[in-house]
């Protein structure tokens, strides 16, 4: 009888890092990635002495200064005589406003426009195409530019409200003032205030703030878990109880009473003197970049809505007609959350670039955190290598919550294959 014997284990031998295609594509990896480290490291190293030559070695001390520049729109309380790391943060609040109210609005805009392109309507299709075609073939540089010149242009100066022979008036009972030096909308004040939390690096927060946010956390997931009650009752009855009345009440009503207890009103902008004062300023700056940035990023955005929507077979609409749903339910209940697979991932792309474009606003005088940080700091302290790269990691840090954010919805509104 023949035994079968194991044939003898092949012992390694250096040569095998490279002719064996077990190791080598780990080798390759390993030589690349070494290579990269040694010339970050000479870079560095060599970058490091050049400054230290020129007398500049490499420090973040500047920031803990008095910046002695004023900013013009302020989310939080701001002097001149704050430090670099203040009016760093002030510029980083308005950047994250521009992005919030851009990506917003430009995706109302976006979804909207994308599924007029579709219409059956001859001008409304032909209208929406010259839209798209408008806007994102011209420079959004050159759209900020031109929103700017429109509202100091054509919007009236505060004096046009002044007096019995006034050509502009306020407007919802005399609480906005829409003028050229900008909007004027009631302001949000609290007799019973629970004060300021005090923070490092003369930063503070509102705790009332914080109280109404962590209040509004508390109502949607109390909301969330009213949905999924009523989502189990659907599963097991067939019957899905009215639910909205409930889901409504846990948000609302805890808002109104924290509002009440603090003794929520509003502070109304008035006209004194040669201009507008109380309530909240939203300069022009900031509505010609949040205006033209969304105009811009809207147009990219229907196109990616309208590839979503075509890419959806023909016959889920026949269906749905066939149930007999009205097309504007089918639009909102069948196509769009099928296409939500095929829009979210470029939808990614738009509101990051939205993000950083917001970083032209130096060009109508928007405070943000290039125009702080970047712009008038760097020139101030001539700390020009430690402002890029604070300003490079604030850019990375914000593209990256983004797309984190948006890549976890696109998990939860994938198609689940089975």
Known sequence: MTMMTAPPKQTFRVGMLIHDTRYRSLTIQIVVLSAAMLMAAWLINNTIQNLAVLGKPISFGFLSSAAQYDINQMLVSYTNQDTHLRAAFVGLLNTLLVAVLGCALATVLGVLIGVLRLSKNWLVARLMTAYVEIFRNVPVLLWIVFAMAILI????TPRDFRGEEATASMLLGDSIAITNRGVYIPE?????????????GAVAISLDLVAILALLAGGLAASAAIRRRAERIQNATGKRPATWHLRLGVIV??????????????GYPELRGFNFQGG???????????????????AFIAEIVRAGILAIDRGQTEAAAALGLRPGRIMRLVILPQALRVIIPPLISQYLNLTKNSSLAIAVGYMDITGTLGGITLNQTGRELECVLLLMLVYLAISLIISAVMNWYNARVRLVER
């Open 253 to 266: 009503l805890p808002q109104a009473a924290l509002l009440a207890a603090l003794g929520f009103h509003l």
């Open 188 to 200: 949000p004040l609290f007799s019973r205030s629970l004060g300021d939390l005090p923070l490092p």
């Open 153 to 156: 242009e054509t919007l009236p």
């Open 280 to 298: 909240i300023h939203l300069r022009n700056s900031l509505l010609a970049l949040w205006l033209a940035l969304s105009f811009y990023t809207a």
